[in-house]
């Protein structure tokens, strides 16, 4: 008798467990509402697909000889994104500088010396507070007889920080200022092992502590083989791994502005691929920031010469851009930071 009076309260005390949790969760989708919905909407209509594809070609373009780290075409696409940036009057938190310099003896092999891109919007009520948002800018380089210009990768996610970036500043100078300092942070050496992100997490223009997420995005503009039926879809992956909140912020700016498919596959723990591990969020989730990989899965011009501009799906880049700008707009703008609950 004593057996099944333990075994009753075990059950029970599980239940009330589960209840509370479900509860908790509840109170927190509630609790996550966009009070300035028209003033989000008016700075989302900003971003259109007709500027993005006009960054997507000019970023692709064979003058930047595939954008690998180190050599002379990479630091032209790091002087084209500088001179973006200054024409829109996006200061840079390093000053007239923009650039982080990684010197040679960072890199392996016969690398050399390469740059991030750093500017940001700063907030006014909590600057020293950041989001940050990031794509990498280098890509595959070139051989004797193509050139890998990787108008996906990343072509679509140095655009999309582009346009958003220009939402924010257009915001800001319209009276609507983020609370928190956005950041927007172009990242070589990516496609050799993340290590601008490795440089910036260790060498931080604003320190890890005040980091408050990081968005990363690296290949939003193509339809992969999984969602050929089904074109409005993003991959979404790691925005549970350590904050609840970030996940479920995640999907009420994508319910209320872009009603996209959020797909979590590649967010699985037993994932194959192991995408988590392989774009430079990763390298901000190890300090303990929460991070959200936007991605459109593996296309067959995937680290080929084919992976060119035309092939860009822009109307669904511009809805894409849109959600992370939404998401990045809740962060910036929220009473408090979010909370980070998961274990690393």
């Known amino acids: 008798m004593k057996f099944y009076i333990i075994v009753l309260s075990l059950t029970l005390v599980g239940s009330c467990s589960t ?47 595939g954008r690998m780290s180190g050599e002379p075409g990479h630091h032209k696409a790091s002087k084209f994104i500088k001179d973006y940036y200054i024409k829109e009057q996006i200061p840079s938190p390093l000053g007239s500088k923009y650039y982080q310099q990684i010197p040679e003896s960072y890199f392996s092999g016969d690398i050399k010396n390469s740059q991030n891109v750093i500017a940001y919007v700063e907030g006014g009520e909590f600057p020293e507070e950041v989001i940050i948002i990031s794509a990498h800018s280098d890509h595959e380089g070139y051989t ?8 996906d990768d990343n072509g679509s996610g140095t655009a999309a920080v582009m346009e958003m970036a220009q939402a924010f500043q257009k915001a800001a100078l319209n009276g609507h200022r983020p609370k928190r300092s956005v950041v927007f942070l172009h990242l070589t050496g990516e496609e050799i092992g993340l290590i601008g992100s490795k440089y910036y997490t260790q060498y931080p223009v604003f320190s ?9 995005i690296d290949m939003i503009g193509r339809v992969d ?44 723990d037993n994932d194959p691929n192991r995408y988590y591990y392989r ?11 929460p991070v959200i990989f936007y991605f459109n899965g593996e296309h067959e011009d995937y680290h080929e010469p084919t992976d060119t501009p035309e092939k860009i799906n822009y109307a669904l880049l511009e809805k894409r851009t849109k959600l ?5 707009w809740y962060l910036a703008n929220s009473k408090n930071r979010i909370v980070v609950d998961q274990d690393y």
Do not use: P
């Not at 890890?208 to 990363?216: C, H, I, P, S």
């Open 19 to 65: 209840l509370r949790h479900t509860e908790k969760i509840e109170q927190l989708k509630e609790n996550i509402t966009f009070k300035d919905s028209q003033t989000v909407e008016n700075y989302i209509n900003t971003i259109n697909k007709e500027e993005l594809k006009e960054h997507v070609y000019a970023f692709s373009t064979d003058e930047f000889q």
């Open 144 to 151: 004797d007889t193509e050139i890998y210009n990787g108008a």
């Open 208 to 216: 890890m502590r005040n980091t408050v997420a990081n968005l990363n």
């Open 225 to 268: 083989d999984d969602h050929k039926d089904n074109e409005d879809y993003i991959y979404v992956i790691g925005a549970d791994r350590l904050s609840t909140q970030l996940h479920y912020i995640s999907e009420a700016a994508n319910s209320q502005f872009t009603n996209l498919e959020l797909d979590y596959k590649l967010n699985r």
């Open 279 to 289: 774009s430079d969020h990763y390298n901000f989730a190890q300090k303990g920031v």
């Open 324 to 328: 992370i700008f939404a998401t990045a």
